[in-house]
């Protein structure tokens, strides 16, 4: 007889239950379980969810008048709901829209969103920043970063932080989500084109809207810009006056606090320490090998002034010589009747660990008429020598380390990073704070400083095409792993604290590079389990290879890029990279930029531009005169100090207080929070050196309070 359980049942109950009574009983048990489980979810399940969408603050923003919106948790779809615009202008540019969805059912924590336009036909794309779900019954809140453009007819999908990897297990259950993520690329590789244009490092062809500036950030350059304008126009008068004295008027008829101490022009031991704590402190190398000095006009038996007895080769073997050679200006072109030296200076580290200097031969080659000037000479030829030699270490400074060795390496480096590595790649989210507003500015720098007739022609020796030859003749030179890294560059110019123990930029700037070292490790650590998680990520790698892929090829041609035939091999070669960056846009520029104004401000002190001839002998005597002689017309100096004030102010966040956060991953948002923490430590410790250091050694700009995350001055 086959086998029946309910006839087994029947038979174990008592005779009075009627079988049909049984089922009944079973059938209302789950009816009532059933109802158990929707109140259940009603009950305990069902939440007000507020829900805020943050429109990025970028140019050609539609004023998309209403979103589709889904949330998924576990995949379960818990709402399908049109974001209705409540006023005209929802969802505008910069703005924050929220919106309170009541009775939505979530079996557990929203894990994704679908985003599309309600409008297919609207052709202005709609930026979104972020989308942030919070649970108001709980108080959790969830943010998806989107950071994308979303265009008619598409639909974004973002899961959990957005942070993944190409390689990730993430996308082996989602193909068509990696095709998006390629797609996206393709796009990007559009958008993003190279520019090869007058041998400079690579550019961006033509500035997509992602990059320009924010509407509250052009406004405080703009009010900026034309506040100075509006004092310097009132002043023609080009005569600088009989003396010192009416040179320091300007700043009374400006009403611009002058420069600290308008004296130091005089000291030597301050004309030292502009190598150390300057604009151009990166420059001054110890002489390794008497050959470096093969082109000055110096002997090694020759006793050096201000030093007692001490000879060339006695400083030498007790490593307290030290030089510039500017010998990359030989041959650059000038504005016409303009001359520019390109000169060699030697310094000594002195009885009292200070750096002076004890002769300058202001161009490279030994003739009767290029002697090396010291000390020793009459006061007025003395300053002279020192006037020309700043003049040309100005134009290196401005074109080489400023413009060409931080804007516009860094340029390439942003544009590459587009390309090739997705919005949802980790070191895409790492970088980017970084990136902030770069190619902008660099567009309108430009335009601004490197034009036919534009600033650098008014207010530099070497004018526009001669700043254009010094980045070109310097682009062979920059290696990444070198001049881009810091401990390297330090050890390359053997500059080390045991040689010259007080170097206030060195020893600030190394703090921060190795907060930022420490920083990118545990990030790449995080993401990267081992090498070969890197070696199979092509994101990566095609950043990597068009980074030093020659520009006849198409890439950027960058030298000193760590790793092996165009690939990482390890994740210490990427973090040597990415730490470069970042230091380089933050720590870097900083220290070449903020203290324009002080340095360039005082003509004697920093000249940008001189006019006239440099001293071609040391007998003839020499008067005030003849310095003030030299000094551009005041319109040209007015200029200047237009220039250095606007690019000396600040308008973005310290560094680690991101204008956006791409980092949303709980497990880096803490590495970002240790990172904050750090820097807070660094800037206690810089601002107690600077309250015991003396006036002149003064150096905060390096304190990560006033260091910008990106170059966007």
Known sequence: MPFSGTTRLKEQLPATIDGRMFLKTIFAGVFLALVFNYVLRTIIYSSTLR???????????????????????????????????????????????????????LPSEVDSIELSKCQPGDEIDWYIDIVRVQNMKTGSCKEFPIFRRLISNEVVVIHNYDTYLPN?????????????????????????????????????????DEEKFSFLYEMFLGLNLGKFILLTNEFENTDWGQNIEDVKDIYKHLNLKPPDDLERWRSDEKFGLQRL???NSNVIRRVKDMTQLQKLNVHENDVLPTSGELTVKKAFNENRLFFVDHSIIQGCPTSEGITLCSPIALFVRNEFDKIVPVAIQLFQNKT?????FSPNDDEITWQLAKMWFNNADAQVHQSIYHLGYTHLIMEGFAVAAHRHLSTSHPIFKLLAPHFLYLMAINKGGMSLLLAEGKALDKVMSSGAAGGKYLIAQYKTKWRLNIEGTLPADLEARGVGKEVIPIYPFRDDAMLTYDVIKRYVHQYVNLYYKDEDVLKGDEEIQNWRSDITRPESQGGLGILGVPGENDRFQTKEDLAIVLTSIIYTCSVGHAAVNFKQYDEYAFPLNYPSKLKGKPPTDKTTRRYLRDILSILPPKPTHYALMEVAVILSSRGTNSLGDFEVDFIHDPAAVELVKTFRKELETVTKIIKKRNEERPQELQYDYLDPERIPNSISI
């Open 51 to 105: 829900i805020t969408v943050q429109t990025g603050d970028k140019p050609r923003q539609s004023h998309t008048a209403c979103v589709f919106l889904t949330l998924s948790a576990d995949g379960y779809k818990a709402l399908e709901k049109k974001l209705e615009a409540r006023f005209n202008h929802d969802f505008s540019r910069g703005q924050t829209d929220t919106f309170d969805v009541q009775n939505v059912k």
């Open 277 to 279: 704590l300057g604009v």
């Open 368 to 372: 009767e008429d290029n002697p090396v």
């Open 168 to 208: 990730d297990d993430f996308y082996n259950k989602r193909p068509k989500m990696l095709e998006r993520r390629q797609r996206e690329l393709e796009t990007a590789k559009r958008d993003y084109e190279y520019k090869y244009e007058d041998k400079l490092p690579v550019m961006v062809k033509e500035l997509p």
